[in-house]
């Protein structure tokens, strides 16, 4: 990501803003990102990180994994700086052809679609909730067994319950807790792996070094 001063001078309010905090460095630069999307601190309270999600992230993103992602704000936020480093296939699941399904919701069914496809891939739900649902559905009928999902859409119903059955799933993953959450924040956090894999990672790929 090409950074400009006043995204400098930004992270640098969060920073001093931020006060005490568990996370790790790889684990901090990816809430100081989604604070920086949102401008909203709350999110250093509700965003988990599970086992190994950011390891198991970034070594997905340099085996060029492909990514699936729920709704077109996902794909149009992090398209570029997927482009620019690892390449990574990325498909969306409005974009997928299905048969219409009363009992789903178009992202569902797409995403669930997808997922027979890429059962390994890296799941990103920023916004549909019922996409969320149909791939813990997948993952608890072991159907699929992804490489990482991240799960941060909002909603009122039953959305912290399907939160908890990801944590349950022991698939490595990053949510965020509670009702709260949005494309942009699902954004923030791929944008943010990218470049934590990119620095892991891309000397080995360019021959940097």
Partial sequence: MEWHI????????IDREMGDHTFSPAEYEIVRRVIYAT?????????????????????????????????PMVQVGIAPNIQGTFSNPVYCSMDALTRPQREK???????????????????????????????????????????????????????????GRLNDSMVPHIRIEG??????????IVNGLVDLAWQAYGQERTGVG
């Fill in 6 to 13: 006043t995204d400098a001078q930004s992270l640098g309010i």
């Fill in 39 to 71: 401008a909203d601190f709350e999110y250093k309270s509700l965003i988990r990180f599970s086992d190994q999600a950011l390891q198991a992230g970034a070594a997905a993103l340099a085996a060029r994994t492909t990514i699936i992602v729920d709704v």
């Fill in 105 to 163: 919701t178009r992202a569902a069914w797409g995403i669930e679609t997808l997922a027979r496809r890429y059962p390994e891939g890296i799941f990103v739900v920023g916004q549909a909730q019922t996409a969320l649902t149909a791939i813990v559905e997948l993952i608890e009928a072991e159907e699929i067994r992804p490489a990482l999902v991240i799960g941060t859409p909002a909603g009122f119903v039953d959305i912290e319950a399907t939160k």
């Fill in 179 to 188: 009702r709260k959450g949005s494309a942009v924040v699902a954004a923030a």
